[in-house]
């Protein structure tokens, strides 16, 4: 048995075994692949090793290592698995046990009341923020963050309407929003991505019902030379506090005006310039 970065390396078992014989992988087997060349593990442990989440209540079952919790905390978030959910892949799944370091012969699984408890250990220790400072810095001295360009989006975080909590009231930052012609409740996540690469240098939340105008200065690094962003950025150019960033605003055309352009002479010009915005700002649409 070898030890690599806090993960432990094992004997396959047979399981195991006659999946690594498989020479296609599904997705749950490329994407662990794929974060496994890119993330700093090294790098997050150092800046969590103060770091000790709960494990459940005394007598349960032993704690299991804080690398192994990451794993698992990231997993569940790429796949968006609930507590139970993330229990039962661990269980079921070889790629997914075998990128968090377990071994079903010789260790315990996680259970979804362990799983549960990590989240709330890193946001009582204020670590989401480190954590992606942390990726962001590596990235950039890995040449993989261009800084040419950045596209900002938004998008609605639902939240429950219901008031069935200790307080018997709505949670105070989430509001409502009109989206077309339905009504949302939550707040709003607002990134900012690299145009080139695709990769997430920048985020920001407010209550829904904020203008995605208003934070979008705070998505941007300074280095732009362009900003790219949908309608909901219409006259980011004029606000205060883009007077410092020297970088071209290249904001989506509105949809009514859109629909009056020519198909020939500059209307046809200006479709074409759309389409080519549209191509730049759909690298912002997965993350």
Known sequence: MKEGMGVKEQQL???DWERSRVRKQNRQGEVPLEIEAVLPFSTLMKLMESFHPQVGPQGGRPP???ETMLRIHLMQNWWSLTDDAMEDALIDTGAIRRFAGIHLAQDNIPDATTILAFPHGVEQHHLAK??????????????????????????????????????RERDPQMHQTRKGNQWFCGMKGQIGVDKDSGLIHSVATTAAHVSDRVVAAELLHGEEKVVHGDVGYQGLEKREEMAGPEADCRIAMGPGKRRHLSDDGEGAVQRWVERAKAHVRAKVEHP
């Open 64 to 66: 299991h290592g804080l």
């Open 13 to 15: 078992g047979f399981s």
């Open 130 to 167: 480190e954590i992606f400072k942390a990726v962001e810095q590596d990235l950039e001295e890995k040449g993989l963050l261009l800084r040419e360009g950045t596209v900002v989006d938004a998008t609605i975080i639902h939240a429950p309407i219901s008031r069935k909590n200790e307080k």
